[in-house]
């Protein structure tokens, strides 16, 4: 649930969302279907990605529903920008794509999106999916996770390590992998017997060793890292 506003007593604070698309109508269509939400808010709109950052830092929004393609400042670069500046970590950016599967998108999730959502998703898709990444968890499916991680991930010719895998435990490495495979917390509980408060914690901890925002990220890393492999989800003994 979103947190509670300081200055409200009587419930959580709506969902506050920066609307950043370079075509009028677009926003306006998103703004209509957000504004008629009780607990969502449209505090702002960008037309290009240079604007979308000055907004983003000027009002903090909880989400920044984020264009790939704009002129002049694109979507990636905004992004980078806003993922990259310390005083937007509460900040999570949704990527606004025609395809489902881009090498842009990519490019994004890999600068710290959060997720991406097509932009003829189904209004109940839109609104579900804002409040899934106000909640602080990533927005991708798992059949699209696997898709559009293992075409792209596995282009990577040498798979490397790195220093950065050596600071997970074995049960940490187990818990990652399969996060990769798109399990939920509570279906990782579910696979190694655990409580879903431990299965939490281990995955909190796996992105504070690894320094990363979010599951998209942690998907990421363990296909780039050799962990898994595209192909992995389907062998024996694989998570699928």
């Known amino acids: ?27 306006a269509g998103f703004a209509s279907i957000l504004d008629d939400e009780p607990d969502i808010e449209v505090v702002g709109e960008a037309s ?4 979308a950052v000055a907004l983003a830092r000027a009002l903090r929004p909880d989400i920044v529903l984020m264009d790939i393609r704009m002129p002049g400042t694109d979507g990636l670069t905004a ?23 881009d090498d842009h998108v990519y490019g994004a999730l890999r600068a710290g999106a959060s997720g991406f959502l097509v932009k003829d998703t189904e209004p109940e898709e839109l609104l579900r999916g804002i ?3 106000a909640r602080g968890d990533a927005l991708i499916a798992p059949t699209v996770t696997r898709r559009l991680i ?17 600071a997970l435990t074995e049960r940490e490495r187990e818990v990652m992998a399969l996060v990769a495979a798109g399990l939920t917390n509570d279906e990782i509980a579910r696979r190694l017997v655990l409580s879903p408060a431990t299965a939490k914690t281990h995955v909190s901890r796996i992105m504070t ?11 990421i890393l363990a296909y780039e890292t050799g962990m898994i492999t595209p192909g992995w989800l389907t062998r024996p003994g694989g998570a699928a």
């Open 150 to 166: 293992a075409e792209f991930a596995g282009r990577v010719r040498r798979p490397d390590p790195g220093p950065r895998l050596a």
């Open 209 to 219: 060793k690894l320094a990363v925002r979010d599951r998209a990220q942690l998907v």
């Open 131 to 133: 409040r899934v990444c």
């Open 79 to 101: 992004t980078e920008r806003i993922v990259g500046d310390e005083r937007l970590a509460d900040v999570r950016v949704v990527i606004l794509t025609t395809f489902d599967v």
């Open 1 to 27: 649930m979103p947190p509670e506003h300081p200055d409200d007593d009587h419930g959580p604070r709506r969902v506050r969302v920066l609307l950043a698309d370079d075509q009028r109508l677009v926003r």
């Open 48 to 51: 290009d990605g240079a604007e």
